[in-house]
């Protein structure tokens, strides 16, 4: 062994220039050494930088305790998987396992939660993009449909009398529940008497067998006030439906949109800070609900879509170092081998980056940029890290949700995915992409086949 | 290019410019680079040196120092070169 020193980039930061940071960022940058006792080095030896991680046993704890909250507030819940949130099979085969039916938005999704096994009657149609063949396939699988506007209910009612069946449905009711901005471009209106009218007109053709009542608030809600005043509004309804029609409402669906400890851009304080947590949500939709006049045996099931509260921290991006430049204002750059391909979300959030080794005490102000030939690549506009070489590694958290469904496979191939079992063994769960998967279903004209250079 | 007079580096890698009045952190493989540049060593003398003591090859920290030096020059800590 020599008795040689380790080396660090030299670095030199100015002092006491602009605004001191008064979230003390220093403490967010531990090194992230292995995943689940997997080192980070080890899975992109095996698997290839990048590389996307998931955590078997942080999603099961996120279900799990999820639904803990929840039941031990109300008698009746129900989560579905929001496909659209990760729609991997194996991640997806997680959430059944835990309980969770299936929430889906287009008719690739629908066909996959079947393949995946679960009963069609166990899976929620939500989305504004139906096609006739999707709702005939839907309504023989008894799947609930999620009604989002007049003319897919027109459409479904022709169905019902064609078929002779009476398919069962909810109607999604966008509401003012005191959050700007309002998501009124999905459903039915609540306050402009929309809603009422859709329920009365179901009713009245007695071709729809009205189940349920659905709404999706928003995304990322900062406010777990604003799902108490939504499930009181979808709560009168049912009550005035019964009032009126004589009719119970099966269930009252809340949606998704919980936030996850993601930071988003602009927002003060870091993540976990700033949001509500699961319990605060529950207690809000649940008095609401409690609250609301029902009947004891009358109290109608919660089901709940959410996604990226259940599964955004048990997500990782690995990644390697690049290069390094110096900018023209001497901040460091430093480039990664990912960027906005894979992670689409740091449009909107500061994703949290983490050095995956060891490092002294210095660090420096830097912009992280991934690897494409553009301008807006950018992973993180400001960010305080140790100096980084060519080759290190780095960690980004919270990529569970949507990134891995939204990722493209612009200038790079996509990465595999690997996730993490409850023992600490990694499976793959998707492979790494090659230029035969993305050939594989181009056609090419006999005419272009050949060219002379 | 020579470090401006009077910049004081202090052994726990606090860099003082008396010319501005602006004071710098340094990290230790930093500091050790300064006092070099302070003995007018030339880039592949210091790359030699910091190799004979650090783990890494003297091609390596002439890099790192190509990078360190525009930084001290942007912090305005290297006198400008002669033209
Ligand atoms: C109808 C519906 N349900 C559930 C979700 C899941 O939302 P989140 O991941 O914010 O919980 C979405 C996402 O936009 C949605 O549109």
């Not at chain 1, 990912?338 to 949290?352: A, E, I, P, R």
Request: aromatic content about 10%; glycine content about 6%.
């Amino acid at each position: 062994m020599s008795d040689k020193k380790t080396y660090e980039r030299p670095v030199i930061v100015p002092l006491n220039t602009g605004l001191m940071n008064k979230f003390g960022t220093r403490t967010e940058y531990q090194p992230v050494i292995d995943i689940d006792g997997n080192p980070v080095k080890d899975l992109l030896a095996k698997y290839g930088s990048p590389l996307f991680v998931l955590s078997e046993r942080k999603i099961r704890e996120n279900v799990q305790s999820a639904k803990r909250i929840f039941e031990t507030r109300y008698p009746k819940v129900q989560f579905a998987w929001s496909y659209k949130t990760n729609y991997i099979n194996a991640v997806c085969n997680v959430f059944h396992q835990e309980g969770a039916w299936g929430e889906v938005v287009s008719r690739f999704e629908y066909d996959k939660a079947i393949k995946n096994g679960v009963p069609a009657d166990k899976i929620l149609f939500n989305g504004p993009d139906k096609s006739r063949e999707d709702l005939e396939l839907a309504v023989k699988g008894n799947s609930p449909i999620h009604i989002d506007h007049l003319d897919e209910l027109y459409l479904l009612t022709e169905i019902a009398t064609e078929q002779n069946v009476k398919p069962r449905v909810a109607i999604r009711v966008n509401m003012d529940t005191g959050i700007y901005p309002m998501w009124d471009r999905f459903g039915f209106n609540y306050e402009n008497g929309q809603a009422w009218n859709a329920i009365n007109k179901i009713i009245a053709t007695d071709k729809l067998n009205l189940i349920g009542l659905h709404c999706h608030i928003g995304t990322f809600m900062l406010s777990a006030e604003a799902y108490g005043v939504a499930a009181s509004k979808l709560a009168e309804l049912a009550i005035s439906i019964k009032k009126h029609h004589g009719k119970s409402i099966t269930y009252i669906d809340l949606g998704g949109g919980f936030a996850s400890t993601n930071t988003l851009k602009g927002s003060y304080g870091i993540g976990a800070d700033a949001i509500p947590s699961m319990s605060q949500y529950a207690e809000s939709i649940t008095t609401a609900l409690l609250n609301a006049g029902f009947d004891n045996d009358d109290l109608p099931w919660l089901y709940l879509e959410t996604g990226r509260a259940l599964i955004d921290d048990a997500g990782f991006l690995l990644g390697t170092v690049l290069s390094n430049k110096r900018l023209s204002d001497g901040r460091r750059a430093t480039i990664l081998d990912f960027g906005l391909n894979l992670m689409f979300t740091s449009f909107w959030y500061d994703h949290k980056i983490s050095p995956a080794q060891p490092f002294g005490s210095h660090t420096e102000d830097c912009v992280l940029y991934g690897p494409l030939c553009m301008n807006i690549d950018i992973v993180r506009q400001h960010i305080t890290l140790p100096p980084l070489n060519p080759g290190d590694h780095v960690v980004a958290h919270h990529m569970g949700a949507y990134n891995i469904t939204q990722s493209m496979q612009f200038i790079s191939l996509r990465p595999a995915i690997v996730m993490i079992d409850m023992d600490g063994k990694p499976h793959i769960i998707r492979k790494k992409e090659m230029l035969s998967t993305l050939e594989k279903d181009e056609v090419m004209p006999e005419y272009l086949d050949t060219f002379n250079l | 290019m020579k470090l401006n007079s009077n910049v004081a580096v202090s052994d726990s890698g606090f860099v003082f410019n008396p010319a501005t009045g602006n004071s710098y952190s340094v990290n230790p493989v930093g500091a050790h680079i300064i006092k070099l540049i302070q003995e007018d060593l030339t880039d592949s003398e210091i790359g030699k040196k910091i190799a004979e003591e650090y783990i890494i090859d003297a091609a390596s920290v002439e890099i790192d120092l190509y990078d360190f030096k525009q930084l001290l020059e942007t912090y305005k800590l290297l006198a400008p070169v002669e033209k």
